[in-house]
């Protein structure tokens, strides 16, 4: 293999995924579809050997690192939590519905509901701020160093990182020196897998695949809390 390659897994469904409910740093956990969801995308990871990781980096948030338990089970390779790749924070709505939005906060729902370009919610976690976390893990993760010991040993290709959907959509915009607004025109589906891999000779990224869920094709329903184009709620 020549340079890092990342495996990029978004977490199992949730139930407030499926209820349309900001999640943001809120910690639900999974569902127990989402649960099968995890299992099923530990045995894809597991079973390919360009995906199956020497290492997993996960967001500390229950709904992510069960994700990546599972992953780890299926593959035998220790979960590391990094608190910096939580998903972004979605301030004021946080554990609120669509539809109680609508009610009780209307006229700033509909102002970002119709908005163009990225949305945040009132009191949202400055996506700047956002940014700088994902950029210092993937600088550690570039150099080939543990994140939770950025000065220690070099460490193997593929790194598996297990995320979220707002948190995954910045770094496939550092990856892919994307403009700020394009990410948010991905698809990220629940438990789906991404992969990017690095060239050692120009240090260039190149992307092998993108929500890929063919795993749970006929199994679980995709696409739980997307819209075409954006996300509905991080």
């Keep these: 293999m020549s340079g890092l390659r990342l495996v990029l897994v978004r977490h199992g469904v949730t139930d407030w995924n499926r209820e349309g409910r900001f999640q943001g740093h809120l910690?639900?956990?999974?569902?127990?579809?989402?649960?099968?969801?995890?299992a099923l995308v530990g045995t894809r990871v597991a079973a390919d050997p360009d995906l199956r990781p020497a290492r997993i980096v996960s967001s500390s948030l229950a709904r992510a690192f069960e994700t990546a338990e599972a992953i780890g089970a299926a593959c035998d390779v220790a979960v590391e939590a990094d608190p910096r790749l939580i998903?972004?924070?979605?301030?004021?709505?946080?554990?609120?519905?669509?539809?109680?939005?609508?009610?009780?906060?209307?006229?700033?729902?509909r102002a970002w509901r119709d908005a163009v370009g990225i949305r945040q919610p009132p009191g949202g976690e400055p996506l700047d701020a956002a940014t700088a976390r994902v950029?210092?893990?993937?600088?550690?993760?570039?150099?080939?160093?543990?994140?939770?010991?950025?000065?220690?040993?070099?460490?193997?290709?593929?790194?598996?990182?297990?995320?979220?959907?707002?948190?995954?959509?910045?770094l496939a915009r550092l990856i892919f020196e994307l403009p700020e607004d394009r990410p948010?025109?991905?698809?990220?589906?629940?438990?789906s897998i991404g992969v990017a891999t690095r060239s050692d000779r120009t240090g260039t990224w190149r992307v092998d695949r993108w929500n890929d869920t063919g795993h749970l094709l006929g199994v679980e329903p995709t696409h739980v809390d997307e819209l075409e184009g954006r996300p509905q709620a991080l």
């Design 27 to 38: 910690d639900p956990p999974l569902s127990d579809v989402g649960r099968t969801e995890a």
């Design 87 to 109: 998903e972004i924070g979605q301030g004021d709505w946080e554990g609120r519905t669509h539809a109680e939005l609508e009610a009780a906060d209307g006229e700033r729902y």
């Design 135 to 170: 950029t210092e893990v993937l600088a550690e993760l570039g150099r080939g160093r543990s994140t939770a010991t950025p000065t220690g040993s070099p460490t193997d290709s593929p790194v598996c990182v297990v995320s979220h959907g707002g948190t995954l959509r910045i």
């Design 184 to 191: 948010w025109a991905l698809d990220v589906d629940n438990a």
